[in-house]
């Protein structure tokens, strides 16, 4: 899940998969909320605290060229029908994470690449969040993986651009 922003407590983010309007999801410890970039609006809440929903929602409205252009950056170069299917399993092997697809394909990748996960221990790796099915969570841990990553050599696509 590509994260735009971590500011005050709140991460900033769409998912691999979202769907237009261009939004974006705001989390932190109490829950989470989704927020059309253009114009700036709450449009669901689960959980997040009033107070943090307007300092979401500044702001998104102060960075919301910059979100646009993450948010047409990433999906314009997505083959978006790739991800018709999502992770329904995750699972460790002695050097990798492999996630399973509903349609049956496997990926994995090297978790040299992720410290967080190879020194992390079997509690902290099983307590894994699949979300939406576009990508993995570790709340132990405050580490995420889009399952586009899994994949990018499939999809071709340019990396983002940092805020």
């Known amino acids: 899940m590509p994260e735009l922003l971590r500011l005050f407590g709140l991460r900033f983010f769409f998912y691999s998969n979202d769907h237009i309007p261009p939004h974006i999801h705001v989390r932190n410890s109490d829950g989470e909320a989704r927020f059309t970039i253009e114009p ?3 449009i669901e809440n689960s959980g997040l605290k009033n107070k943090d929903l307007y300092l979401a ?3 998104i409205e102060e960075n919301k060229e910059i979100f ?3 948010w047409n950056e990433f999906f314009n170069h997505l ?3 790739f991800f018709e299917f999502k992770a329904v399993k995750v699972w460790f092997t002695e050097s990798e994470i492999k ?3 509903s349609d049956g394909r496997e990926a994995g990748l090297s978790l ?3 410290p967080l996960l190879k020194n992390a221990t079997d509690q902290q790796k099983n307590n894994v969040e699949i979300i939406k099915g576009y990508a993995l969570y570790w709340p ?3 580490e995420d993986l889009s399952i586009a ?3 990018e050599s499939e999809l071709s696509r340019k990396p983002l651009v940092n805020l």
């Open 40 to 42: 700036v609006s709450c």
């Open 57 to 59: 929602e500044a702001i």
């Open 68 to 70: 646009m252009k993450r």
């Open 79 to 81: 083959n978006m029908s």
């Open 99 to 101: 996630v399973l697809l």
């Open 112 to 114: 040299s690449k992720f």
């Open 140 to 142: 132990d841990l405050g």
């Open 149 to 151: 990553g899994f994949f």
